[in-house]
């Protein structure tokens, strides 16, 4: 039988959950549906637990679901080219540790090694994608890998069985009702216009919560644990912890627990529409067949503002494109720009939001986009996916 192609990942978490989320999605999708032997290097494995809890912080090495988990703790240390594997990604343009590349050097057949980027809408990650860059020393050469939006770029992260999966979620009433039972939601709440809030804590949440009290139907507004705390407080007037629940007006808040991935999906996959966040989640809600609105991570000098919009202009363009021609054109113009204007007010983009018609005028769309969820899903299923996408790419190196 022959070896197991092998592959090592290197993952610093900057902040939050997004890099150990993207980096640990990819892995198990790596071990799982292409069968190769994934070691992922992780320097912070308290955030790894939050979004897995087989992980255990202890230890510097464990297995967790067929991946090989490496508690990354310095960059020093001896390397031996046998030590190095076929494929040698970093995430987020992560230092290797100097050792591990000069082994990268002297292994006669040289891995392929990548760095894999961000993901962004803007166009000139299509210039960018694969873009080889030389070593300065070493007879190396990485290659620039992007996520992104169109067949010019390595796709999303999406495994092979998500939209099956989510699809008969979706068309089980007892499952949803089960689920969203488990995390503690009254049948009131079931009933209510469900919005799932994973956002930073800058966004305008106290404005909206208002405008949801104060709206014309109930809404049930289900925040995870951690998440926009100060405004939960004030809402809740109590401690925002797991369970914590209270119903003024229209509105009830609900704190979540911090839930595992997979559990976190089927959360998207029940909502009417989600608010979500930094990448990961932001694509994962893309998956769900739901409306949603993007808190972009903020960066110096308002840059995200220009990705925020380079995403609306592909993400609206793309709906508008499949609706041309059908006599509801002009009124699919409304729903993308109730969507729009409300994800640029979420993101203070657009000053002096009007919280309660900029919901009103969203909660009015959501069936319709929602409908047209799957148009955008299409678009983006042409472009493959990401881990076979890398995995194509290292083969045509090889
Ligand atoms: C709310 C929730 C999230 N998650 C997961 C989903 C994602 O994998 C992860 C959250 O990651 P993100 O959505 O990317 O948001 P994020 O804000 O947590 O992460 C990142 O955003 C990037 C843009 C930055 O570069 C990173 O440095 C990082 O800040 O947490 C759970 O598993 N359970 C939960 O209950």
């Known amino acids: 039988m022959s070896q197991p192609i092998t592959l090592a990942l290197f993952c610093k978490v900057v902040d939050n959950y997004g890099d150990i989320g993207i980096c640990w999605r990819l892995a198990r999708q790596l071990v799982r549906e292409h069968g190769i032997a994934v070691t992922l290097w992780v320097d912070d494995l308290d955030s790894f637990a939050r979004i897995c809890p087989q992980v255990d912080p202890l230890l510097a090495v464990q297995q967790v679901a067929g991946v090989s988990v490496y508690h990354w703790r310095d960059q020093e240390g001896t390397y031996y080219p046998e030590d190095v594997a076929d494929i040698v990604i970093e995430f987020f343009a992560v230092d290797i540790p100097p050792g591990y590349v000069t082994a990268m050097a002297q292994r006669q057949a040289k891995p392929v090694w990548l760095n894999l980027e961000g993901l962004t809408a803007e166009e000139w990650v299509e210039g960018c994608h694969m873009l080889p860059s030389m070593h300065p020393r070493l007879p190396l050469t990485k290659h620039f890998f992007f996520p992104g939006f169109t067949g010019k770029t390595g796709g999303l992260l999406r495994e092979a069985d998500l939209l099956d999966e989510r699809d008969q979620f979706q068309r089980d009433p007892a499952a949803l009702s089960a689920f969203l039972g488990g995390l503690g939601l009254s049948a009131a709440e079931q009933a209510a216009c469900k919005v799932s809030l994973f956002c930073y804590p800058h966004a305008p949440v106290a404005s909206l919560f208002d405008a949801w009290r104060q709206g014309g139907a109930p809404v049930a507004c289900l925040v995870p644990d951690g998440v926009a705390k100060d405004e939960v407080r004030a809402f809740l007037g109590t401690e925002p912890v797991r369970g914590a629940v209270c119903t003024r007006g229209m509105l009830t808040v609900r704190v979540l627990p911090f839930v595992p991935q997979a559990e976190y999906d089927r959360l998207l996959w029940a909502c009417d529409v989600n608010i979500v966040r930094g990448e990961d989640s932001f694509v994962r809600a893309q ?85 047209r969820s799957a148009n955008w899903q299409n678009a983006l299923l042409a472009n493959g996916d990401l881990a076979a996408n890398v995995l194509a790419f290292a083969r045509s190196m090889r």
């Open 287 to 371: 998956w769900a067949n739901r409306p949603f609105a993007w808190h972009i991570y903020p960066q110096d000098e308002n840059l995200h503002h220009k990705k925020l919009r380079a995403f609306l202009l592909r993400y609206g363009a793309a709906q508008l494109g499949a609706q041309a021609g059908t006599q509801s054109g002009a009124q699919s113009d409304n729903h993308a720009e109730a969507l729009e204007r409300f994800t640029l007010a979420f993101n203070g983009v657009e000053q002096n939001a009007d919280w309660p018609a900029l919901w009103q005028n969203l909660s009015g769309s959501l069936d319709q986009l929602a409908c």
